[in-house]
């Protein structure tokens, strides 16, 4: 059966929801079993009769909804969160729960980030509120909020949610996942320097990869330094001295020495790559009557030549400029402009050095900073109606982007997932995720987790340390 979920966000109590159901269909039993041990995977509620019907209020608090937290996860993490999804919905019968009593849509998805559990919201109510429909698609939902890097763990994710979704199986599957030690990892064999030392069996049955032990060879004479089966031919001619410590079998290693004409020949040899390499760099003096333009340095050598330095050059040339564009319009033809008049429009005080930088206007909605510090000086958001945009902190304990925009590591008093901006059809929203140093709009601190209207000329400071904003849009 279908209720009414009706969201209600207030700047002072924060953000809620409100379902109604007729009293004769409430499930007392579980609805007592909740209220005594307060399952995690359950989002707080309160509630009250009303005129035949129980009111239920669902506090949303610390608790995230999940698609503000949507992004990339490693191989463990995403296994777990699926975990986290499912086992609820297996052993809610432990708490009297039935399993379509849950609110089934990935809308209506938290995430408590302080115990690190999926919380759903949970209609005590003997009809039921979801379907299998509903199951598979808030599954399919999820598979598109949260990613994983391993392909082919997120296609069979897939295969499994499309083909024939059954929780039970589908966990089976993640379960190799979860484990720390996958494919023998942890049972690591001991290491020895004796050679005489027997192999030690890997526990739970794992037969060791070490190479069986051979007796340890007879030390040889010290005067040999490496041994080998063969003896090779030496090309040079030994002393009587190292005669003496060679033996049958040894490898013999002669470093022939250089002698002194072998020296002077590559000597001769530098030399001449040398004067070579002067030769290619030296350019030719030009004459009196040569015309050379002023060197400038970048952007500046096309932007910033002189007017008398075009007339000199288009007087030196002796053939005639040809244009290689096309014209559009036989009648009209279109003159080649020289390549150092692409600023002849701008007035001299306009052209700009090469270290300058020029800022180009985008069109969009954004966050224009007000401040005096080196951090972003404008934050473009440009969303659909629907989407979100998500701004935190860089994490270097990750070390990958988790969020739309990531101020520095360096940065104070933000969090690493701080705000969403998200945007429906009346306009756009800004929710502060329970951020550590908090979000305020127009100098007033938003309560976690509470959607609060934003309008041209809003101010948006996160946290308290100068991030400080104005809403274009």
């Given at each position: 059966?279908?209720?009414?979920?009706?969201?209600?966000?207030?700047?002072?109590?924060?953000?809620?929801?409100?379902?109604?159901?007729?009293?004769?269909?409430?499930?007392?039993?579980?609805?007592?079993?909740?209220?005594?041990?307060?399952?995690?995977?359950?989002?707080?509620?309160?509630?009250?009769?009303?005129?035949?019907?129980?009111?239920?209020?669902?506090?949303?608090?610390?608790?995230?909804?999940?698609?503000?937290?949507?992004?990339?996860?490693?191989?463990?993490?995403?296994?777990?969160?699926?975990?986290?999804?499912?086992?609820?919905?297996?052993?809610?019968?432990?708490?009297?729960?039935?399993?379509?009593?849950?609110?089934?849509?990935?809308?209506?998805?938290?995430?408590?980030?302080?115990?690190?559990?999926?919380?759903?919201?949970?209609?005590?109510?003997?009809?039921?509120?979801?379907?299998?429909?509903?199951?598979?698609?808030?599954?399919?939902?999820?598979?598109?909020?949260?990613?994983?890097?391993?392909?082919?763990?997120?296609?069979?994710?897939?295969?499994?949610?499309?083909?024939?979704?059954?929780p039970d199986d589908f966990l089976q599957m993640l379960k190799p996942y979860m484990s720390t030690s996958q494919s023998g990892m942890g049972h690591e064999n001991h290491?020895?320097?004796?050679?005489?030392?027997?192999?030690?069996?890997?526990?739970?049955?794992?037969?060791?990869?070490?190479?069986?032990?051979?007796?340890?060879?007879?030390?040889?004479?010290?005067?040999?330094?490496?041994?080998?089966?063969?003896?090779?031919?030496?090309?040079?001619?030994?002393?009587?001295?190292?005669?003496?410590?060679?033996?049958?079998?040894?490898?013999?290693?002669?470093?022939?020495?250089?002698?002194?004409?072998?020296?002077?020949?590559?000597?001769?040899?530098?030399?001449?790559?040398?004067?070579?390499?002067?030769?290619?760099?030296?350019?030719?003096?030009?004459?009196?009557?040569?015309?050379?333009p002023k060197q400038r340095k970048g952007l500046s050598a096309l932007f910033c030549m002189k007017k008398s330095d075009c007339d000199v050059e288009a007087a030196t040339?002796?053939?005639?400029?040809?244009?290689?564009?096309?014209?559009?319009?036989?009648?009209?033809?279109?003159?080649?402009?020289?390549?150092?008049?692409?600023?002849?429009?701008?007035?001299?005080?306009?052209?700009?050095?090469?270290?300058?930088?020029?800022?180009?206007?985008?069109?969009?909605?954004?966050?224009?900073?007000?401040?005096?510090?080196?951090?972003?000086?404008?934050?473009?958001?440009?969303?659909?109606?629907?989407?979100?945009?998500?701004?935190?902190?860089?994490?270097?304990?990750?070390?990958?982007?988790?969020?739309?925009?990531?101020?520095?590591?360096?940065?104070?008093?933000?969090?690493?997932?701080?705000?969403?901006?998200?945007?429906?059809?009346?306009?756009?929203?800004?929710?502060?995720?329970?951020?550590?140093?908090?979000?305020?709009?127009?100098?007033?601190?938003?309560?976690?987790?509470?959607?609060?209207?934003?309008?041209?000329?809003?101010?948006?400071?996160?946290?308290?340390?100068?991030?400080?904003?104005?809403?274009?849009?």
């Amino acid at each position: 059966m279908k209720y009414k979920i009706e969201s209600k966000s207030d700047i002072i109590t924060g953000a809620s929801l409100i379902v109604k159901i007729p009293e004769e269909d409430l499930d007392t039993k579980s609805l007592n079993t909740i209220l005594a041990e307060k399952p995690e995977f359950s989002l707080p509620f309160r509630h009250k009769s009303i005129d035949g019907n129980v009111e239920f209020t669902y506090q949303i608090g610390v608790q995230n909804k999940l698609r503000y937290l949507s992004g990339s996860r490693t191989p463990r993490e995403y296994a777990e969160l699926w975990a986290s999804i499912l086992t609820p919905l297996i052993n809610c019968g432990d708490w009297f729960m039935k399993p379509y009593s849950f609110v089934l849509s990935a809308e209506h998805l938290y995430f408590d980030r302080n115990k690190k559990a999926i919380c759903f919201v949970y209609i005590p109510s003997k009809k039921g509120y979801s379907n299998f429909d509903m199951l598979r698609e808030m599954a399919v939902e999820v598979s598109r909020m949260i990613t994983v890097p391993d392909a082919n763990l997120e296609n069979r994710v897939l295969r499994a949610i499309m083909k024939d979704f059954n929780p039970d199986d589908f966990l089976q599957m993640l379960k190799p996942y979860m484990s720390t030690s996958q494919s023998g990892m942890g049972h690591e064999n001991h290491q020895t320097n004796n050679p005489n030392e027997a192999p030690i069996i890997a526990p739970s049955g794992l037969q060791s990869h070490k190479a069986p032990v051979i007796a340890a060879p007879e030390p040889q004479s010290h005067k040999a330094s490496i041994t080998a089966a063969s003896e090779p031919k030496s090309t040079y001619p030994l002393t009587e001295q190292e005669s003496d410590y060679i033996t049958p079998g040894d490898i013999i290693i002669n470093i022939p020495t250089e002698t002194a004409s072998g020296k002077k020949e590559k000597e001769k040899k530098k030399t001449k790559e040398k004067r070579s390499a002067k030769k290619e760099k030296t350019v030719p003096k030009a004459s009196k009557h040569d015309y050379m333009p002023k060197q400038r340095k970048g952007l500046s050598a096309l932007f910033c030549m002189k007017k008398s330095d075009c007339d000199v050059e288009a007087a030196t040339s002796s053939q005639p400029v040809q244009n290689k564009v096309q014209p559009t319009d036989p009648a009209q033809p279109l003159a080649l402009m020289p390549i150092n008049s692409a600023a002849s429009h701008l007035a001299p005080e306009e052209v700009r050095d090469d270290t300058q930088s020029i800022s180009t206007s985008i069109a969009g909605a954004g966050l224009k900073y007000i401040g005096y510090s080196d951090l972003p000086q404008k934050i473009e958001v440009r969303i659909a109606a629907g989407e979100v945009f998500t701004i935190g902190r860089f994490d270097s304990a990750v070390g990958r982007q988790q969020s739309s925009f990531e101020f520095e590591k360096k940065t104070k008093a933000i969090s690493r997932r701080h705000a969403v901006i998200e945007r429906d059809e009346d306009g756009f929203k800004i929710v502060d995720l329970a951020s550590s140093a908090g979000t305020y709009l127009n100098g007033q601190k938003l309560p976690p987790n509470t959607p609060c209207e934003i309008e041209t000329g809003s101010r948006i400071s996160f946290g308290n340390a100068g991030a400080d904003y104005i809403w274009e849009s």
